[in-house]
């Protein structure tokens, strides 16, 4: 049974997707921010500020490679995680990746005072110029796009008929 991966830029429903579509296919959920700071015993603020973000973001690589020979999962990626292509084909080794599409000014009201997300904490504009550098990337790499602009039940609805899912 493949893994699934959820991705898409910070705000767009990941994690609370996640945990829904997994209870929905008895699968176990892992959010990878959430799993890095347990094993680092920091939270990602912290791990940006003492060791910057190139390290966190080989964390991140390690951590998708090592749950990539696992089975069963759904992943919710950081926002980040999907745009390296070295993480992608780790992804799709054992898993599909299901992007989830949300228009910038709704990810950007659910992050803006947001303090656990670094990339979160800059001026508008420059939150705006990395969603859409982020965007294409996205979309290139994505077996499934979902628009997610909706309630998470709807959008595991959406996940799960648009997909075929080995179970």
């Not at 603020?45 to 749950?67: C, M, N």
């Not at 990539?68 to 898993?95: E, H, R, Y």
Request: proline share 3%.
């Amino acid at each position: 049974m493949k893994n699934i991966y959820l991705y898409g830029f910070m705000g767009c429903g990941k994690s609370t997707i996640g945990k829904q579509l997994a209870k929905k296919l008895s699968r176990r959920f892992i959010d990878l921010d959430e799993y890095i700071v347990k094993t680092e015993g920091k939270s990602i603020p912290a791990i940006f500020a003492e060791s910057g973000e190139g390290y966190f973001r080989e964390l991140e690589s390690q951590t998708i490679e090592e749950l990539s020979a696992q089975k069963n999962i759904v992943i919710a990626t950081g926002g980040g995680a999907m745009v390296s292509l070295k993480n992608i084909k780790a992804a799709k080794i054992g898993g599909s990746l299901i992007y989830l599409s949300v228009p910038f000014e709704v990810c950007y009201d659910r992050i803006k005072n947001s303090g656990n997300r670094p990339n979160a904490n800059k001026e508008k504009s420059k939150v705006e110029e990395l969603y859409n550098s982020r965007a294409p990337i996205y979309n290139q790499h994505a077996d499934l796009v979902i628009d997610a602009d909706c309630s998470p039940l709807i959008c595991v609805t959406r996940i799960m008929g648009r997909m075929a899912i080995d179970s």
